[in-house]
Nanobody
Framework: QVQLVESGGGLVQAGGSLRLSCAAS????????MGWFRQAPGKEREAVAT????????YTADSVKGRFTISRDNAKNTVYLQMNSLKPEDTAVYYCAAKLWGSGGSYEDEYDYWGQGTQVTVSS
């Protein structure tokens, strides 16, 4: 079992920044690919960025490239999402997910464990 707890969401003005954190417990975190996903009201959940256990970043959504950066600290069992130059369209619930095997793909069905989500609201 892997337990994931997201934090760092909130309300921010357009152009601002937030850093999301996802603390993992349970199985060996450092062996797992991790991903950040988001779901806006009325829309399907989509991948934002993923990271392999080695720190390689196989996927970043085009809509956030150059603005968002995923990273991980295996010593702290934590994965981060640094979000800069936020836009109102980034408003969503952001979820952290863990994948037991393989690299960090962008399909949510690949992931085995999910956090409860954290709300990010960007005002214009």
């Amino acid at each position: 079992q892997v337990q994931l707890v997201e934090s760092g969401g909130g309300l921010v003005q357009a152009g601002g920044s937030l850093r999301l954190s996802c603390a993992a417990s349970g199985r060996a975190f450092s062996n797992h690919a991790m991903g950040w996903f988001r779901q806006a009201p009325g829309k399907e959940r989509e991948a934002v960025a993923t990271i392999n256990w080695t720190g390689g970043i196989p996927y970043t959504a085009d809509s956030v490239k150059g603005r968002f950066t995923i990273s991980r600290d295996n010593a702290k069992n934590t994965v981060y999402l640094q979000m800069n130059s936020l836009k109102p369209e980034d408003t969503a619930v952001y979820y952290c997910a863990a994948k037991l095997w393989g690299s960090g793909g962008s399909y949510e069905d690949e992931y085995d464990y999910w956090g409860q989500g954290t709300q990010v609201t960007v005002s214009s």
